[in-house]
């Protein structure tokens, strides 16, 4: 069946520096890619994704990359801060809709 | 827009007992995604529902649980004959037809005494 594996499954860097969280699928026919973020005690919130047309994109301080021949996709975080601590959720959807996350990441960012 | 809404937001029942947890998507979308989490680890998929139709039910135990979304009113995760090891966060997610985002309601954080 559909399968995400995601690493490294703890990261701690120091304030400033940047994060890079990885991911693999195996279904190939996946098509949508997005990542999400989780506070402690709080819901999921998606902070960016990444379609199959596309193989990178930006929004400020974090982008992701997607290489479809290997099947990897990357959130790459820069200048990180102590408010990006969280845990980290890489999903992939394929094209029957179903929505598969990733094991997560736990950052911590040290001021 | 109200967002994804799930009630109740915490759940107390006692073993053998059911529990019934509500999610009512974002306006506009059909699409209902439920995950379980266990304190520090991951989603995990239980069902993906589309109106009236059960599409991929793949995550979900063989007993005791059970799920729908009709064609009026919330989804409903029902797990019945509840025991220790079902305490958890349940989440669920709505998208749009068609579309690709799916946003998450704030949770049920279910214990079984």
């Known amino acids: 069946g559909e399968n995400v594996e995601q690493h490294p499954s703890t990261l701690s860097v120091q304030e400033g520096d940047s994060a890079v969280i990885k991911c693999t699928y195996s279904d190939s026919a996946s098509n949508y890619f997005p990542w999400y973020k989780q506070e402690l005690g709080k819901r999921p919130q998606l902070i960016i994704d990444?379609?199959?047309?596309?193989g990178e994109k930006k929004d400020q301080r974090i982008a992701v990359t997607l290489n479809k021949t290997a099947k990897h996709f990357s959130l790459h975080i820069t200048e990180t801060q102590p408010e990006d601590s969280a845990v980290y959720f890489c999903a992939a959807k394929s094209t029957t809709d179903k929505l598969i996350f990733g094991t997560g990441t736990r950052l911590q960012v040290f001021p | 827009n109200a967002g994804v809404m799930q009630n109740p937001r915490h759940l107390v029942r006692r073993r053998g007992q059911e529990a019934r947890l509500r999610c009512s998507p974002m306006?506009?979308?059909?699409?209902v995604y439920w995950y379980r989490q266990l304190p520090e680890e991951g989603l995990k998929f239980m069902v993906y529902l589309q109106k009236e139709n059960i599409i991929d039910e793949s995550g979900m135990p063989k007993e005791r649980f059970s799920a729908e979304f009709p064609k009026e009113g919330p989804s409903i995760l029902r797990i019945q004959q509840v025991v220790r090891g079902d305490s958890a966060a349940y989440f669920c997610?709505?998208?749009?037809?068609?579309?690709?985002?799916?946003?998450f309601g704030q949770g049920t954080r279910l214990t079984v005494v």
């Open positions: 990444i379609r199959s047309n596309v």
């Open positions: 997610a709505s998208s749009r037809p068609g579309g690709t985002e799916a946003f």
């Open positions: 306006k506009g979308h059909s699409h």
